[in-house]
């Protein structure tokens, strides 16, 4: 039978070895092989004593969005001493937290890798890129996001590149919104982009699981707050799926306001899930907005091609669509 023995610092079972400060290692000893597995621990400093778990992770992993932090504390896979903690975990000086073996999470723990890390590229032209924007990662720099947002992700990769012109995104999904994120490669790609925007020739559909029984479809007409005024916003939605307590809905954007498809929603009496702010329903295993931008269509200004970019509902909606006895075949 194998033989398991760890590392802890670089000592085998307390034995002297090599120092290996910022990590823990497990040895699987077998009759011919033996395997060892890097794992990330970190040690508690005395200004952290009292942090709540999450917070403490946070704070050590930054580079990580908060969702998967709580994603690996919920699944048992952060501990002290072999034992699986809580997110209201309090943690205490000099403590060693001990992370699981994660390729992911490699890469968060290295703040210079992560920061330049480049989501799927869904199209790419001389003029025109999409990139599958993953909820939690913004995508201008702002408040929390200095370090690490989309847009200095893809500088990042065309400055490897070794690229010499303006990059920039063409449009905005809030932080918790994932999809197909349009930037313009060059000046005039940008101000032609731009301009389809504005004249409303993009086509933008989202999906959205909403509390309770909705209509089977309908437009959404009304006036939400815009950069200090009342502005007119128009949706329009049909019900793909759904049961007495929850609805997945398509939408269709007609006007791009803030928060348009959250705001309208949550008036209409069905708040998406997931959505604090307009105090939508809060499953525990759901970690984030639920709300995804499934299509992005438009003309090339530069071809007359026909551009539509279909992005697939993320894994950890699909499960919650499953949990809740909810099918579609066409999501």
Known sequence: MPVEKTLINGNLNGN????????????????????????????????????????????????????????????????????????????????????????????????????????????????????????????????????????????????????????????????????????GKGRKSCAELGQLFMAGAVKKNYLALVKGKTAEQGTLATAIPAKGKMKQAVSGYRRLAGNCSASLLEIRLYTGRRHQIRRQLADLGHPLFGDQRYHGPQPRRLERLFLHCRRLAFVDPFNAEAIEICCPLPDDLVKLLEEFDIHCSDI
């Open 16 to 183: 002297a070895g090599l120092f290996l400060p910022c990590f823990s290692y497990k040895l699987h000893i077998g009759a011919s092989t033996a395997m060892l597995i890097f794992m990330p621990l970190l040690t508690v400093k005395k200004n952290e004593e009292g942090l709540l778990l999450e917070h403490f992770l946070q704070l050590r992993v930054p580079a990580a969005p908060p969702t998967y932090l709580r994603q690996l504390i919920k699944a048992g896979k952060v501990k002290r001493a072999g034992t699986s903690l809580a997110i209201t975990t309090a943690v205490h000086s000099d403590d060693a937290i001990q992370l699981p073996d994660s390729a992911r999470l490699k890469i968060f723990l290295n703040p210079k890798v992560a920061d330049s890390v480049l989501p799927e590229i869904l199209y790419e032209s001389r003029e025109i890129l999409i990139i599958n924007k993953p909820s939690g990662l913004a995508i201008h720099s702002g408040q929390g996001h200095e370090s690490d947002n989309l847009t200095d992700r893809v500088k990042e990769h065309y400055a490897r590149q070794k690229t010499d012109f303006q990059i920039a995104p063409i449009q905005r999904l809030d932080l918790a919104t994932s999809g197909p994120v349009l930037f």
